[in-house]
C-alpha cells in the first residue's frame, strides 16, 4: 500500500516553518525522505530507523512513530532552496520486502 | 567518486520500437533499484536488482518489459514494443546495500517519450 502524506500542497513565505507528514498501515522498519525539484533527481534527506536511530542532514529533522506508523519531517525557518516535491519511501517491517514504497508527494513552495 | 549514471538523458521511439536504459551505479554499489514516475506523480517501484540476480521484479509489467545488472556494465532496463502509455521518467538508484538502513542515491533518470 502506498504511504498517504500531508498535505499535498503547501506555500510559505520564506523564513516560515512547515511540517510534512506521513503515515502507513503497514508495519515500518525505516522511513526515508527525499526531495525533487521539478526535472531533477530525487536527493536524499534522512532515514529513521525503527529503534531510533536516525541518519540525515543537519538542518532537517524529522520524527519516526513506531506504535502509530507515522514519520514527519520538519522543516524550519524556510528557505527559498526548499522549494521542491518532498516523499517519503518507507520499508516494511517484514525483512523480505525490501523495496522503498513512495508516497505521492507534498509540494512545497517557498516565496520571498 | 561519480554519482549514479543514466543515459540517455532523453530518449524518443515510435510505437512498436525498443527502449533501452541505461544506469551505472555509484562505485562500490552492488544494489540497483529502478522506478518510474509519471508527471507530477510519485515514484513507483519497478525492480530491484543485485549483481547477477533479480531479487525483487514486483513492480514490473508482466510483458515487454524486463531488467538485467550482468556482472560487468551497467544495469540496462529493456522496453519492447514501448506504447504510449509507457512516456515516463525512469530512475534508478544505487546502494551499497539492501536498502534498509542506508540511503538510494538516485540518477538525473531517462525520460521516455513514446510518438
Known amino acids: 500500500q502506498q504511504p498517504v502524506q500531508s498535505p499535498q500542497a503547501v506555500i510559505l513565505r520564506e523564513g516560515e516553518d512547515a511540517v510534512i507528514n506521513c503515515s502507513s498501515s503497514k508495519a515500518l522498519y525505516s522511513v526515508h525522505w527525499y526531495r525533487q525539484k521539478h526535472g531533477e533527481a530525487p536527493v536524499f534527506l534522512m532515514i529513521l530507523l525503527k529503534g531510533g536511530e536516525q541518519k540525515g542532514h543537519e538542518k532537517i529533522s524529522a520524527s519516526f512513530n513506531e506504535k502509530k506508523q507515522q514519520s514527519s519531517l520538519y522543516l524550519t525557518a524556510s528557505q527559498l532552496s526548499y522549494s521542491g516535491t518532498y516523499f517519503c519511501g518507507l520499508l516494511g517491517a517484514n525483512f523480505g520486502n525490501e523495496k522503498l514504497t513512495f508516497g505521492t508527494g507534498t509540494r512545497l513552495t517557498i516565496i520571498p | 567518486n561519480a554519482g549514479v549514471m543514466q543515459n540517455p538523458r532523453h530518449l524518443v521511439r515510435r510505437r512498436g520500437q525498443e527502449a533501452r536504459l541505461r544506469c551505472s551505479p555509484m562505485?562500490?554499489?552492488?544494489?540497483v533499484y529502478w522506478y518510474r514516475q509519471l508527471p507530477e506523480e510519485g515514484l513507483k517501484f519497478m525492480v530491484y536488482l543485485q549483481k547477477e540476480n533479480i531479487i525483487d521484479e514486483s513492480g514490473m509489467p508482466k510483458e515487454r518489459f524486463s531488467a538485467e545488472f550482468p556482472k560487468e556494465g551497467p544495469s540496462i532496463l529493456r522496453i519492447q514494443q514501448v506504447v504510449r502509455g509507457d512516456s515516463a521518467a525512469y530512475f534508478c538508484?544505487?546502494?551499497?546495500?539492501?536498502?534498509?538502513?542506508?540511503?538510494?542515491?538516485f540518477g538525473q533518470g531517462t525520460r521516455l517519450t513514446v510518438v
Open positions: 562505485k562500490g554499489h552492488s544494489h
Open positions: 538508484a544505487s546502494s551499497p546495500m539492501r536498502q534498509a538502513g542506508t540511503e538510494a542515491f
